[in-house]
């Protein structure tokens, strides 16, 4: 079994979080290493899942809306 300190079930946390958000691991490893404020790193993402967007709707493709499948 292994044991993990506060700071390290933080650091966890935290890759967990950022990948849940959509940030490469490359991204999340330049967050955690200080190379990039996460501020900007979600700012860079996010003009990223719009232009994704933009791009869709521009080509008549509509987006369904997500059904909860958990019972």
Known sequence: MR???GDALL???RI????RLGLSLAVIADVLDGEQEV???LRTHLALLEQ???RGSGEG???RP???VRG
């Not at 967990?16 to 990948?19: G, Q």
């Open 66 to 68: 997500r059904r909860d």
């Open 61 to 63: 493709v509509r987006a």
């Open 52 to 54: 994704e967007r933009d």
């Open 11 to 13: 650091r966890l946390q």
């Open 16 to 19: 967990l979080l950022l990948r």
């Open 3 to 5: 044991y993990y300190d």
């Open 39 to 41: 501020t900007d790193a």
